[in-house]
């Protein structure tokens, strides 16, 4: 039997989860945005393609994108398991590594993959205090 206090908790966890994806999204856009400002253009290229440049829009939907996946991994988690929030944060951990496999490998310069890094660093890191500090009931 569901209560009053029973939605009301599940609503607030859903609204620091929503604050808490908004707050990844919003940290690799300000990254994206100081880099801008000081004159860096993140253009990359990978092997077999032309170069690329990474541009606001794409930093914020795929900031977004992996910011929900990630919430929605801890959901289910959390159906699946009590340790939930353990498993989910050496998950996030592998992500984040694995994310910088594309990093390392692209042809780009030391500047661009420093920037690149450092907004997968912070959207993990956002997410990653955020979503372990929220519970859903």
Do not use: Y
């Amino acid at each position: 039997m569901t209560t009053d206090v029973d939605r009301v908790s599940s609503a607030v966890g859903w609204r620091a989860r929503a604050v808490t994806v908004t707050a990844a999204t919003t940290a690799a856009a300000a990254i994206w945005l100081v880099a801008a400002t000081a004159g860096t253009t993140l253009t990359v290229g990978m092997q077999g393609r032309p170069p690329m440049t990474i541009g606001l829009r794409l930093v914020i939907a795929t900031a977004l994108a992996a910011s929900l996946a990630g919430c929605g991994a801890l959901a289910l988690l959390e159906r699946l398991t009590k340790h939930a929030r353990t498993w989910w944060t050496g998950t996030a951990l592998a992500t984040l590594l694995a994310s910088f496999g594309p990093i390392l490998t692209a042809q780009t310069t030391g500047g661009v993959r420093l920037t690149l890094a450092l907004m997968h660093i912070a959207v993990a890191t956002v997410l990653i205090l955020g979503l372990r500090r929220t519970r859903r009931s």
